[in-house]
């Protein structure tokens, strides 16, 4: 499969646990990795593998996977966590890559 | 510090070419493979190809193939990605950046390039 899917939008309170999803049949094979993404900026790496955090990235931020589901979770969201947030991996042949569709984050 | 420094917008009319240059500094340039990503205004990110700068092999997704060409130049450390048959769709800012790998299972864009903005229009 050459997919990966999101949700389009999320909310969360000011504070508390968000997790975004990203679906997709070679997230069986293949771990995600997650991008935030600011208006006009391009994207950063924020989760990758298992659920590793380059150097910068506040541990609020975290992954985990599950079958065809990969999760990015924000524990205590913060206001400026509000943007774009995008999955990514390899298709299920792993010579190509393949981002979600990309959820808009909310905190209200 | 490790950059990736891309060039300037360009503007361009239907039918055109273009060729975006990617500048590559701080760390070793035959090491990593370089991506591209586009993104349309108001879409999201949509990855076109990669190219081994070490002996420029190169992967485009099919729906460029034929259209995109993806070069490296070792003596500067940079790479090109060119787009022929421009259309209005292709207006987009494209942004090449660095995979990371654990030579397993998952793979990493771990360095951008603020991206280059391409206009088509008539």
């Known amino acids: 499969s050459s997919e990966l899917t999101q949700d389009p939008a999320v909310s969360v309170a000011l504070g508390q646990t968000v997790k975004i999803t990203c679906q997709g049949d070679?997230?069986?094979?293949?771990?995600a990795s997650w991008y935030q993404q600011k208006p006009g900026q391009a994207p950063i790496l924020v989760i990758f593998?298992?659920?590793n955090r380059p150097s910068g990235i506040p541990d609020r931020f975290s992954g985990s996977s599950s079958g065809n589901t990969a999760s990015l979770t924000i524990t205590g969201a913060q206001a400026e966590d509000e943007t774009d947030y995008y999955c990514s991996s390899r298709d299920s042949s792993g010579n190509h890559v393949i981002f979600g569709g990309g959820t808009k984050l909310t905190v209200l | 510090q490790v950059h990736l420094v891309q060039s300037g917008a360009e503007v361009k009319k239907p039918g055109a070419s273009v060729k975006v240059s990617c500048k590559a500094s701080g760390y070793t340039f035959t090491t990593y493979y370089i991506h591209w990503v586009r993104q349309a205004p108001g879409q999201g990110l949509e990855w076109m190809g990669m190219?081994?700068?070490?002996?420029?092999?190169?992967t485009y997704a099919q729906k460029f193939q034929g259209r995109v060409t993806m070069t490296t130049d070792t003596s500067t450390s940079t790479v090109y990605m060119g787009v022929s048959s421009l259309r209005s769709e292709d207006t987009a800012v494209y942004y090449c950046?660095?995979?990371?790998?654990?030579?397993?299972?998952?793979?990493?864009?771990?360095?951008w390039g603020r991206g280059t903005l391409v206009t088509v229009s008539s």
């Open positions: 190219i081994n700068p070490s002996g420029a092999t190169t």
């Open positions: 070679s997230l069986r094979r293949y771990y």
């Open positions: 950046t660095r995979e990371g790998w654990n030579g397993l299972n998952f793979w990493y864009f771990d360095l």
């Open positions: 593998g298992k659920n």
